[in-house]
């Protein structure tokens, strides 16, 4: 099965030590919230859910109602490279660092 994105936000910051990332993630059946510290090569913490709902509510607490969080949008949402949802819904550009990968 493919396992797809649904849901992808970072603290705007970058950098192995301040980077902060929060991924939901489903294959259809199955849903999973992925904390990750450190950008790709940094730690992750994965946690089931039984659906969208509950693994909205874990990304939440995750986040901490922390502000700087933004979401990340997608090609499969046909935004353009680097734009970002913030938790309004309003969309803003946001230019990534060079080593920073493109969402």
């Given at each position: 099965?493919?396992?797809?994105?649904?849901?992808?936000?970072?603290?705007?910051?970058s950098?192995?030590?301040?980077?902060?990332?929060?991924?939901?993630?489903?294959?259809?059946?199955?849903?999973?919230?992925?904390?990750?510290?450190?950008?790709?090569?940094?730690?992750?913490?994965?946690?089931?859910?039984?659906?969208?709902?509950?693994?909205?509510?874990?990304?939440?607490?995750?986040?901490?109602?922390?502000?700087g969080?933004?979401?990340?949008?997608?090609?499969?949402?046909?935004?353009?490279?680097?734009?970002?949802?913030?938790?309004?819904?309003?969309?803003?550009?946001?230019?990534?660092?060079?080593?920073?990968?493109q969402?």
């Amino acid at each position: 099965m493919t396992v797809r994105i649904e849901r992808h936000w970072w603290n705007g910051q970058s950098g192995q030590r301040r980077q902060r990332d929060v991924f939901i993630r489903t294959d259809g059946q199955l849903w999973e919230v992925e904390a990750r510290m450190g950008g790709d090569a940094g730690r992750s913490t994965v946690h089931q859910c039984p659906g969208l709902v509950s693994a909205e509510i874990l990304a939440d607490a995750w986040m901490g109602g922390r502000r700087g969080w933004q979401e990340v949008v997608g090609d499969s949402a046909q935004s353009r490279p680097g734009a970002h949802r913030t938790s309004l819904g309003q969309t803003q550009q946001v230019t990534l660092p060079p080593d920073q990968p493109q969402p």
